[in-house]
C-alpha cells in the first residue's frame, strides 16, 4: 500500500522557522513529482510548492505568496522530501500536506494531486 508520512510540524512563534519532512512508504520518489499544500480551518487548499524528483534536475517551483521563505527539496538518497520554512508569520498556520504530483506548476494545483499524507499541523504563536 502507498502513502505519505508528513512530519516536523509544531508551535513556533512570528519569525521563527520549522522543516517539515516528507517520507514514501511503499515507492521511490523517483518515480514522480511531489509537492507541498496546505490547509487552514475554513480556507481552501493551497499548493506551496513542488519539486520533479522523478527528473533529479532538482527544478523547483513556488507559490508566489512563498516569496522566498520556503525551500523546497529533495534527498533521492533516503528517499525523503523537505519544506524549509524560515520567517514563518501569523497567516501560515495550517494543515500541511505532501502529495505527489501528475504535474508540477507554479503554485503546484490541487488538481493534479494523485496522492497525499494526513498532514502536519504548523501553529504560529508568541
Known amino acids: 500500500q502507498v502513502q505519505l508520512v508528513e512530519s516536523g510540524g509544531g508551535l513556533v512563534q512570528p519569525g521563527g522557522s520549522l522543516r517539515l519532512s516528507c517520507a514514501p512508504i511503499?515507492?521511490?520518489?523517483?518515480?514522480?513529482?511531489v509537492g507541498w499544500f496546505r490547509q487552514g480551518p475554513g480556507k481552501a487548499r493551497e499548493g506551496i510548492a513542488g519539486?520533479?524528483?522523478?527528473?533529479?534536475?532538482?527544478?523547483?517551483y513556488y507559490a508566489d505568496y512563498v516569496n522566498g521563505r520556503f525551500t523546497l527539496s529533495s534527498d533521492t538518497t533516503r528517499n525523503f522530501v523537505s519544506l524549509q520554512m524560515t520567517r514563518l508569520q501569523f497567516e501560515d498556520p495550517s494543515t500541511y500536506h505532501c502529495?505527489?504530483?501528475?504535474?508540477?506548476?507554479?503554485?503546484?494545483?490541487?488538481?493534479?494531486?494523485?496522492?497525499w499524507g494526513r498532514g502536519t499541523l504548523v501553529v504560529v504563536s508568541p
Open positions: 502529495a505527489t504530483l501528475r504535474r508540477c506548476a507554479a503554485p503546484p494545483s490541487d488538481l493534479d494531486m494523485d496522492q
Open positions: 519539486i520533479h524528483t522523478n527528473r533529479g534536475d532538482g527544478i523547483t
Open positions: 511503499g515507492f521511490n520518489w523517483d518515480r514522480y513529482a
